[in-house]
């Protein structure tokens, strides 16, 4: 079976016959599919192809026998003129044999909705004259499916950066609270042996019988079960150092010679020796070689 182009002579514009087996074949397939001579001109169309046409109100033969596919691009004008022409330049490329094949994907506004399209164009290699084959797959299914993709990364993408605020939200209540609770148990050890134990072994001091004494041991015992938990969390200097030597070992980590401390706290040189020497005894430096001021810059 061969086709005519109308108007042409018939040696120029004959296409190689297409058999049934063939017509079964592109007719079978899912993309619209046209085959074109050297010039343009549409010479055979598949089902797919004539139903699409047929679907969207082509005017005129569905099919597009002998119409010329490139003059066509080429008239387009408006929104799909950039398309169009950009598909004709591909076809002409393959035609030429510039290009092996041309491909490009596209939007297509269509009477009932917007579509995606794959275009492939290839060439029928023979005796002259060349034949390109012409195909337009739909690619809206495929489209839709990575816009849906896409929409979840982004939706997922945000979630995950929410997460990610309010984990560092919480980690900085967290902190703060770890924060919280080190200064209350440091409250609690400091208060403890400042306002209380301080004043049981004053009163130790006194003129007290047997009994008294007994209970002021279960007291200050008592106390100590009570703060034990603290001792290990709770800073060195806090729990250790009397105000007095809390106050000279601040001055001391802070670079101030022994005459700087006395002058600062308005006492001698000599309390501030004694402060000093208090002050290395329970910190476990009588015995070391241990630079007091980098030592307690060490405790931070």
Not at 35 to 59: C, Q, S, V
Not at 130 to 135: A, D, E, I, K, T
Not at 249 to 274: P, Q, W, Y
Request: aromatic content about 6%; some cysteine; proline content about 3%.
């Amino acid at each position: 079976m061969q086709y005519g182009i109308p108007g042409k002579d018939d040696s120029e514009s004959l296409c190689p016959p297409i058999g049934s087996f063939d017509r079964r074949i592109i007719d079978s397939l899912s993309a619209q599919i046209a085959i074109l001579d050297k010039r343009g001109i549409i010479l055979e169309t598949n089902r797919a192809w004539r139903e699409f046409g047929m679907a969207n109100d082509f005017p005129g033969d569905v099919g597009a026998w002998g119409l010329n596919y490139l003059e066509v691009c080429d008239q387009a004008r408006g929104k799909g003129a950039a398309v169009a022409n950009r598909a004709a330049q591909g076809i002409r490329s393959v035609m030429t044999g510039k290009s092996g094949e041309f491909t490009m994907e596209y939007l297509c506004d269509t009477p009932t909705q917007n579509m995606w399209f794959y275009m492939r164009v290839t060439r029928i290699d023979g005796p002259e004259p060349h034949f390109v084959v012409v195909c337009h797959e739909n690619v809206t299914p495929l489209k839709l499916a990575e816009e849906m993709i896409r929409k979840r990364e982004r939706e997922l993408a945000l979630k995950t950066r929410n997460l990610e605020e309010v984990n560092t939200a919480l980690r900085v209540l967290v902190e703060q609270r770890e924060k919280d609770k080190r200064e209350l148990e440091e409250r609690v050890v400091s208060n403890v042996r400042q306002l209380v134990t301080r004043y049981i072994d004053k009163m130790k001091e006194t003129h007290l019988n047997e009994h008294q004494r007994t209970l002021l041991g279960i007291i200050k015992s008592h106390l100590k079960d009570v703060i034990s938990p603290f001792l290990q969390k709770t800073s060195a200097l806090n729990i250790q150092l009397t105000p007095g030597e809390i106050h000279v070992a601040t001055l001391v980590r802070e670079g101030l010679t022994t005459k700087e401390i006395a002058g600062t706290l308005n006492i001698s040189a000599h309390a501030v020796d004694f402060h000093r020497k208090n002050i290395r005894s329970k910190l476990g430096l009588n015995r070391k070689k241990s630079n007091l001021r980098s030592y307690l810059i060490s405790l931070g």
